[in-house]
């Protein structure tokens, strides 16, 4: 049987470098590209983490791509402080990886999109782990892609639990709520992979420790990359038993849709400035109507999940 295709939109961190990780092991699952995007730092400190880490895992067959480098609805990005926080000021823990030995692609990630839309159709998955705005904009440039797309699952919202940077937002859906909501009421097929479930996914330093041990490049790498995240999950008070595998969640779901359990709606994003800017919640105007193309994950078999991950990660970075 002939692999599914994933493309990974990425605002290149801690867990977007896990996420990385997951999509090159996973034997069901061919990574065609990386479309890159702002957040957890700057759209080109992202992609050139996205090179750094690929070269580090011995793939530098797959394509990066530059996105868009602010939202929809803005002229300029800045990172936030507690992005930094988290993911240090060069987004991948402070760990100092070699400049990498090529460049990114010429072709825009948002023309990347359309192209392999089109290419590879319903075997075609796309995971954005960031703002959703390359994915609106491919959307708005060509609307026919979202009748040929696969799947789209994505990290971000929150439906059943609080918000990460307000009570109600959570930070991916918080960066362009518009184009959020422009992605969520398009007929692509949707998996919000949000909140609700990453949040009960956590690693500790027990698991980093195993990367540690293979003595490899790549498992020194992501095990010290990994453990500045888990230190900051403590300092800042986030959970003090470990960090969230958010974006790694994501893939995982991508590729095996029964690691969660969801409900289907039709979503909404809140992107008018007030108190519930950037929520993400069903569309009461859609109540009734049939064929919902969101589904929520809403619980997850964590210890099937974690399993998994370590699974993964353990076999490509004996080998890297």
């Not at 998955?125 to 979202?146: F, R, S, V």
């Not at 590729?255 to 709606?265: A, G, N, Q, R, Y």
């Not at 569309?283 to 399993?307: C, H, I, S």
Request: proline share 5%; net charge negative; glycine share 8%.
């Amino acid at each position: 049987m002939a692999k599914r295709k994933m493309i990974l939109d990425l605002d290149t961190g801690v867990d977007d470098a896990l996420a990385i990780a997951y999509a090159l092991a996973d034997p069901e699952v061919d990574l065609i590209g990386i479309v890159s995007s702002y957040g957890n730092n700057l759209l080109d400190v992202c992609a050139e983490n996205s090179l750094k880490l690929l070269e580090l895992l011995g793939h530098t067959d797959i394509p990066v791509f530059k996105g868009l480098p602010h939202s929809c609805t803005t002229e300029h990005f800045d990172v936030m402080q507690v992005s930094k926080d988290i993911h240090g000021d060069n987004g991948i823990g402070d760990v100092e990886l070699p400049a990498p030995s090529r460049a990114l692609e010429e072709q825009s990630g948002v023309d990347f999109y359309i192209e392999a839309a089109h290419k590879y159709g319903k075997d075609l998955i796309i995971i954005p782990t960031g703002p959703m705005t390359n994915l609106a904009a491919a959307l708005k440039k060509d609307p026919e892609i979202a009748d040929l797309i696969g799947n789209v699952t994505f990290m971000g919202g929150a439906l059943t639990v609080e918000g990460n940077v307000t009570p109600v937002a959570e930070a991916n859906i918080n960066q362009d709520p518009k184009a959020a909501d422009e992605v969520m009421k398009s007929n692509l097929p949707l998996t919000m992979v949000g909140l609700d479930v990453t949040l009960r996914t956590l690693l500790t330093k027990n698991e980093t420790k195993q990367w540690r041990e293979l003595g490899t490049a790549s498992g020194k790498a992501f095990a010290d990359i990994t453990d500045f995240y888990i230190d900051a999950y403590y300092n800042l008070d986030i959970d003090k038993r470990g960090c969230a595998l958010h974006d790694p969640l994501a893939v995982g779901v991508g590729i095996d849709p029964s690691f969660v359990s969801t409900i289907s709606l039709f979503m909404k994003v809140v992107y008018q400035e007030g108190p519930y800017y950037g929520r993400t919640i069903g569309d009461n105007a859609k109540l009734n109507d049939p064929n919902p193309n969101v589904k929520v994950a809403v619980n997850v078999d964590k210890e099937r999940y974690l399993k998994a991950f370590m699974d993964h990660l353990n076999k490509l970075f004996k080998e890297n």
